[in-house]
């Protein structure tokens, strides 16, 4: 069963805590719709510990709704988590996602192998797995392919009726170009260069 993400970016005004500044402290900038659009257990887990299969230290896990929520994502997530439609809500800072180590990795698998039949490739079958693939799958899609050895390993092949595709776990990799997360990241750092790193956050919850 899949997980969709919900949320949106935040910036902190630069005037907050001023005399003469009356609005809230965070003001929501953007929907993570339509920026992001995609489920995936890697990268929801290696940032926010969710759906964490593959058993990465998570950069922002279990942290809540921010208690100075924006109203407009207030309005949109709050109602959701308290009757329990949404789940695992958190938020990460543009300064915590851009120390994040692009070698990230989980402790115990080093990639996944996707496949689909070319009669049906809407329906895809993925495994989790470690640096040495377990027989059953070697049997069902082949070996490791041989050009798989940088880090941020990608490499797609047939093998019989199966297309199929493998993809390294580091954040470099899940929360890469062949994702929808650096749509995400360019706002975040769009905001952070003018009001500041940790004046940018991004708030989710999922179901």
């Known amino acids: 069963m899949s997980t969709d993400i919900h949320g949106g970016i935040e ?12 609005g809230e ?47 407009a994502l207030c309005e949109r997530l709050q109602p959701w988590v308290a009757e329990g439609h949404l789940a695992g ?39 989790l797995v470690p640096a040495v693939w377990p027989a059953e799958l070697v049997a069902l899609v082949g070996p490791r392919p041989n050009e798989l050895q940088d ?3 990608h490499a797609e092949w047939m093998s019989g009726e199966l297309l199929c595709r493998y993809e390294s776990l580091t954040a470099g990799s899940v929360l890469g170009p062949r994702s929808h997360w650096p749509h995400v990241f360019a ?16 708030v989710v919850a999922f179901g």
């Open 25 to 71: 402290p965070w003001v929501a900038a953007m929907d993570l719709w339509p920026l992001y659009d995609e489920t995936d257990d890697a990268s929801f887990g290696c940032l926010f510990g969710v759906r964490n299969y593959a058993g990465y230290r998570p950069v922002a896990a279990g942290r809540g709704l921010p208690g100075d929520l924006s109203s």
């Open 89 to 127: 809500a958190t938020w990460v800072s543009w300064a915590e996602i851009a120390r994040l180590d692009p070698a990230t990795a989980p402790d115990h698998y080093v990639g996944r192998v996707t496949w689909s039949s070319a009669a049906r490739p809407s329906i895809l079958h993925r495994q």
């Open 151 to 153: 880090a941020d390993d």
């Open 11 to 22: 910036f902190r005004h630069p005037d907050a805590g001023t005399d003469y500044y009356e």
């Open 187 to 202: 706002v975040m750092k769009a905001l952070a260069d003018r009001f500041g790193e940790d004046a940018v956050r991004l």
